[in-house]
């Protein structure tokens, strides 16, 4: 979809703020470009390299950007090259960043966060603001989903620097205070992106304390956390085995909630130290019990999560912080032994038993989990090698035996596990093209329905027939407007969807939508369905057209263009799902529209617009009715849109499912949708005044 973006950018000279692919309609800008801010698309995103491919080449540009990050921190503390060295190996291969790797748009994020981190520390050592605010800009534009909580996690980390710079909290909130304007400036920079976002996502419903508890109703999360240092839980909880089940505990509404701490085995003997030995410091125990307490509390963890359900993705500042906090021992390891003998010995328990503890607890019968419990147990030779190369302060081991466990954790995460082994290129390849190449579907349906050209026509494409079950975001890889999308970001109105028919509009999330309503389908103007085999034909009325790639293709004959207007009227208070098939002829409306739109109704019941064109940001239609009316478009509905009847603007109304109602007149309505997302001109403002804020600053 990127692709297609910056074509139409490139091509119309507009940014598309509204994208027609994004299942019934979205708002690119403020949603979908969410997920397009990831810097390492683009240099690709304009070549004829297939995604397979494109994500390869990435990956190992986001390994060696995580690495070369963490030195750049290391070298702003001023550590050896070796330590430097050691750190960076350890962050680049983690078990957070291992398993982020799965999902590149937040690998994108994560990579870039010790930069972040480094311009706390030059602020906290010299007094230099440039590089943080760059970066609260940057990492807002990149994902601001994930920098929301990590600018939560900043006050712990700002307080426990400062402690280890000047063993004092004198000074300390006064200097806060600086960095939080400095902070104040770099959001405003990014205000043009993220104020539309932000508008947008706190009007959608994945937003709301879901799990507003003080305890989660597992044991997992609690034993999945207490072994999250000790066990490289990325071999684990993508595994696709019965042992992957105890590591990847979701929620009700399969939030992530496997715990990716581990940070080889230096992590696993060295964070003790801080705890419990002559190295203990106050500001470190106070964090990791904050920590604790925040990810083992569902509403802390919920807030942390941006107060959707509980989830252990923002623990990937907690696996820098604690990457970070053994840096000076890697320099100089000056180890208490007492404490390191004790964490030697938890932690060898921790790792030979903890996943036996887990799978009990869990209800799983040891036996389901011996094929995998090998995982677990190679890495407890290097544990206990490193531990008696830390006890020996032979530190000339410590670097080739942490390399060989890294190598070893990263073999089985990816080309170890049974998740990743079945995929095959040649096989996924094909899978991206089943259709064809981008449009070529379009085209070939226009060839036999030149009308299409000058309707609104979506298409129903089977998602295990045709798609095999493997995405419901085809529809944006073949820019086509499809009825199916997991999308966390959606807009709003289509909340309303699911008032009509939940059980056939949404699928495994809230966030997934997949339309199989036949009366829903004909709302939203459906004309065409793919389709593997006449079963699987969800219209009421339908007709056997030709094949497409081996593929029956139906024509949905209760198909009318764009919309309709509407007669008679009722409340979602006086609907149930089981009357779906009043939707052609009646108009659903929340209570408080009720009078307002039953007024303006007409007598005359007209279905199919003359003629209706999405093109980019607007949309062109063309209705004529004897009489002033009401009519409703097959688009959804948004505050941004504007819509104009005839060069008048009109109110705009959310009706039937969330689409959009407008009063018609008597005669030719010729109507113009233009979309803006909201926020954008005060997002605009706010990044010249964050900008002029920067260079002011830089200046001073």
Known sequence: NLRTMLVKWRDSGTLPFWSWASFLGNDFYSTKLFYFQDLFDYPFALTKLPYTDIITIQTYLKFLTAGFCFLYYASVNHYSRRTKLTGSLIFAFSAYNLQTMMHPFFASFFVFLPLYFAGIDRYIMD????????????????????????????????????????????GMWASAFKLIGCYLIGFAMSGVVVLPEAISILSNSRVGARSATLVFDSVLPYLDYLTGLFTPTSMLANRGAEISQLYSYNTENYSVMAVFLWGSSLCSLMVPQYLFGKHREKSSVISVIVITLVALIPILSSAMHGFSEPSFRWLGSVSFYLIAMILPLIEEPDMDNHVLLWSLLAASIVLATGTALIALADGKELSLIKDDYYLVLICLPSLLVTGAALYYRMTHVILP?????????????????????????????????????????????????????????????DAWGVYWGLSTNFNLYYDLMGLMSYDSTYTASTNDLKLLDQDHVQDYLPWTFNITNPDIMTLVSTKYAVVAEESQVPFTNAEYITDYAGMPVYRNNDYYNFGKTYTDIMTYDDYDPSMTGLLRSRLIVHAEDYDEIKALLGNEEVTGFEEAVPDGNNYYATLTVNEPGFAVMAVPWHKGWSVTVNSKEVKTYAVSGGLTGIPVVSGTNKIVGTFTPVGLKAGMYATIAGTAGFILLMII
């Open 127 to 170: 007094r230099k603001k440039g590089l943080f605010i760059l970066m609260v800009f940057f990492l807002f534009v990149n994902n601001y989903y994930l920098f929301y909580s990590v600018s939560l996690f900043t006050v712990l980390y700002f307080i426990w620097r400062w402690d280890r710079e000047y063993h004092s909290m004198k």
């Open 401 to 461: 035996v942490i390399l060989a466990e890294l190598c070893l954790v990263s073999w089985f995460t990816y080309f170890g596990s049974p998740s990743f082994n079945y995929l095959n290129k040649v096989d996924m390849d094909r899978t991206a093209s089943i259709l064809g190449e981008k449009g070529y579907y379009q085209d070939w349906v226009a060839q036999f329905d030149p009308e299409s050209r000058q309707e609104v026509v979506r298409h129903y494409i």
